[in-house]
């Protein structure tokens, strides 16, 4: 009975410090960082109601993201849901508020990276696509190719059952009135929206959206659906997504490159992604990168006037900010 009574003590005893060691286990990292675009963002050029409008957009993408992220869904799913957000928003240059094209066209430039396993998709000069990011991403898991093109893309997005939408959609005043003013104030020209996240099993993806650069020669390519250039995503490294002037960041093949710091000299992600955009801008090219890596740092570097950004973490308590000493 004696010896019965030691082993049923031992047992308790051994139990609670199991439970113990279970509950001193440390919380499932996750976060989720956006951009809304980068370029002249000058506090003295905005008003209280337009700052506002952006923080509340960039706020709701954030917790889009969130809940996905705190239920336990992937960083793929999280990162394609915060940017529809942006991309329903005419706030931005990507869906919506997409700019023009030097011959009065919308066309949309998207790109998506699992970073779990390097697949990726993208779509090129799409223009009757509602939500590019979407596209992208059915490029990436419904077919073996990375990157479709123009008419080609469009009628794949149709046959995928994606919302298609007329030119009259991608119609806002503002982006209008930029292409017809030409010479627009630099603000006007950004707005590409782009999200990184980390979810709760340990892996990242990245993706960006966008309608390119006011005035661009229609047919041009941007940066954003080159993979490596305004997009990557690789577990052992880190998820990217850029905003800038494109053909520098495609010359400079920014986010591959950051990785690469990352993987072959052993740079932290900060000292990595602020090492490429000071060499985007020894090129002559402005803006910004948003990344993260699988521990769940993240860094915002930009060599623009402001980038609009924003994350947040397990914690659930969103930050947005505008201008360079925010
Ligand atoms: N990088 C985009 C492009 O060149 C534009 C932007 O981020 O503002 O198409």
Redesign the pocket.
């Known amino acids: 009975m004696k010896i019965f009574n030691n082993n049923l003590v031992a047992i308790i005893i051994l139990v609670l410090s199991i439970s113990q060691f279970i509950e001193a286990k440390p919380k499932e990292k996750f976060a989720l960082v956006i951009h809304g675009?980068?370029?002249t963002i000058l506090k003295k050029n905005m008003t209280a109601e337009k700052e506002a409008a952006y923080r509340a957009k960039l706020e709701e993408s954030l917790k889009v993201g969130y809940k996905i992220l705190s239920s336990g869904g992937t960083a793929l799913d999280a990162v394609e849901a915060a940017i529809h957000i942006m991309e329903d928003s005419p706030l931005f240059?990507a869906g919506k508020g997409a700019v023009f094209t030097n011959a009065g066209t919308n066309e949309l430039?998207a790109a998506i990276m699992n970073g779990a396993n390097l697949k990726a998709g993208a779509v090129a000069g799409v223009k009757t696509v509602k939500n590019p990011i979407t596209a992208a991403r059915k490029v990436m898991e419904e077919t073996w190719h990375v990157l479709l093109a123009g008419e080609g893309a469009d009628k794949f997005a149709e046959e995928q059952g994606l919302e298609i939408v007329g030119p009259k959609y991608f119609y806002t005043e503002r982006r209008w009135k930029a292409i017809q003013k030409r010479k627009s104030k630099e603000e006007e020209?950004?707005?590409?929206v782009g999200c990184v996240a980390l979810d709760k099993q340990g892996n990242i993806a990245a993706g960006t959206s966008?309608g390119?650069?006011t005035n661009k020669r229609w047919g041009r390519v941007?940066?954003?659906p080159i993979i490596g250039a305004?997009t990557y995503a690789n577990n052992e490294t880190c998820a990217v997504s850029?905003?800038?002037?494109?053909?520098y960041?495609i010359r400079a093949a920014v986010a591959h490159d950051i990785s690469a710091l990352m993987e072959y000299k052993r740079y932290s992600l900060i000292k990595a992604s602020k090492k490429v955009i000071q060499k985007v801008g020894i090129l002559g090219g402005s803006?910004g990168v948003i990344c993260i890596d699988a521990k769940g740092n993240i860094a915002m570097p930009f060599n623009s006037k402001g980038m609009y950004r924003g994350y947040i973490k397990s914690d659930g308590k969103p930050v947005t900010l505008i201008y360079k000493n925010d």
Request: proline content about 0%; overall charge negative.
């Open positions: 675009g980068a370029g240059n430039d020209k950004y707005g590409t966008t390119g650069m941007g940066d954003v305004g850029a905003t800038g002037t494109g053909e960041f803006g």
